[in-house]
């Protein structure tokens, strides 16, 4: 699903779920608006990754910047996704569905959020790999 931000007359896609069993579209979001359901398809390859909002403002009066997670779009379905720290410390690690859509809440793997600072992101996918940059702002 996606949230119409009429602030930054952006849409912003939300973490969620589709039960086709029930027919039913789970989202979280922290406030109300206008909602649309959106279909993706999965990416082809590494080169056309999205990766926002970047930087990501948890948050943030700035709609720009505040989302619920930091989205990765255009994946190719089943891609592996993991954040390091600049010290190369692994923060995070997460797969792509098969709709090519993966979101990060902010927490590292002990369950607290991540501080701000700048992370690695490395996505692989068929011997593939891609390096790219996220900054989080606390």
Request: proline content about 5%; glycine content about 12%.
């Amino acid at each position: 699903a996606r949230r119409y931000d009429d602030v930054a007359g952006t849409w912003s896609i939300l973490p969620g779920t589709v039960d086709t069993r029930t027919r039913t579209l789970t989202a979280l979001t922290n406030h109300l608006s206008f909602f649309a359901p959106f279909f993706v398809t999965a990416g082809s390859g590494l080169d056309a990754v999205n990766i926002f909002p970047i930087p990501w403002q948890p948050g943030s009066s700035d709609a720009l910047f505040n989302a619920p997670a930091l989205t990765f779009s255009n994946l190719p379905g089943g891609s592996l996704v993991r954040l390091f720290t600049i010290d190369g410390e692994l923060l995070w690690r997460g797969e792509a569905s098969a709709g090519g859509i993966l979101t990060w809440s902010g927490v590292n793997g002990q369950g607290h959020n991540a501080g701000s600072g700048t992370y690695l992101v490395v996505i692989e996918k068929d011997g593939s790999r891609s390096v790219k940059r996220v900054v989080v702002i606390r």
